[in-house]
């Protein structure tokens, strides 16, 4: 079974700029949750989609956003790019909504905000 | 505010040795805990996990271990072998579902 993909593996982008990140789940999980991983902290959770309702969100401002399509697969928008923004943004699935199912990780995106 | 905290950035081990990564958390509501290995270029990857009714869960070389009382865990693994030098991040789940993660301890396993 494929795993958690995410596209692209590397973006630069300017200060003021959106950025679309895409993620495909593992076939028939239908969650998925967003991360920020910076160094020193962590991974910071963004939100969560479950059959394309968004189900948790973290403290991030509403410049981040996020939608999921009914084929699972999830984008998460960006916009109004800052430095701060900068990271490693990782997309994780879940066969169901809820923290105890495992949560299979892709490789990550990761963002580079000049 | 950070819930979970891993106090240590890094973890310097010999191969053949314990290697004890610690996590603390200040939300009493949490009663699911989890650690995962990453390895750079890659996403995270599930190792244990541990619910707040047992207070140790082994597989393998790797044992996980709560104090509620202290709202600690760690994280055992025996021996330790090179192909675990990784970033290890502990994250708890509580009301809301939301899974919280730590910072990250790197592991250094010396040969």
């Known amino acids: 079974k494929a795993g958690v993909t995410q596209t692209p593996r590397y973006l630069i982008k300017t200060r003021g700029q959106q950025v679309t990140l895409s993620c495909s789940p593992i076939?028939?999980?239908?969650?998925v949750s967003w991360y920020q991983q910076t160094p020193g902290q962590g991974l910071q959770f963004l939100f969560e989609?479950?059959?394309?309702?968004?189900?948790n969100k973290g403290n991030f401002p509403g410049r981040f956003s996020g939608r999921q399509f009914s084929n699972s697969r999830s984008e998460m928008n960006v916009s109004t790019l800052e430095l701060g923004d900068s990271a490693l943004y990782l997309c994780?699935?879940?066969?169901?909504?809820?923290?105890?199912?495992?949560?299979?990780f892709g490789p990550g995106t990761r963002l580079l905000v000049l | 505010d950070q819930q979970v905290k891993q106090n240590s950035p890094s973890l310097s081990v010999q191969e053949g040795r314990i290697s004890i990564l610690n996590c603390d958390y200040t939300?009493?509501?949490?009663?699911?805990f989890l650690w995962y290995k990453k390895y750079p270029a890659e996403g995270p990857t599930f190792l244990i996990s541990?619910?707040?009714?047992?207070d140790k869960n082994e597989d393998g070389r790797f044992t996980v271990f709560l104090n509620k009382s202290a709202k600690h865990l760690s994280l055992h693994i025996v021996p330790s072998q090179p192909g675990d030098s990784a970033v290890y991040f502990c994250?708890?789940?509580?009301?809301?579902?939301?899974?919280?993660f730590g910072a990250g301890t790197r592991l250094f396993v010396k040969a």
């Open positions: 989609y479950f059959s394309e309702t968004q189900r």
């Open positions: 994250a708890a789940v509580g009301g809301g579902f939301k899974t919280i």
């Open positions: 076939s028939g999980h239908r969650s």
């Open positions: 994780a699935s879940s066969l169901k909504t809820g923290g105890t199912e495992t949560q299979y």
């Open positions: 939300n009493s509501m949490f009663d699911y």
């Open positions: 541990i619910s707040s009714i047992k």
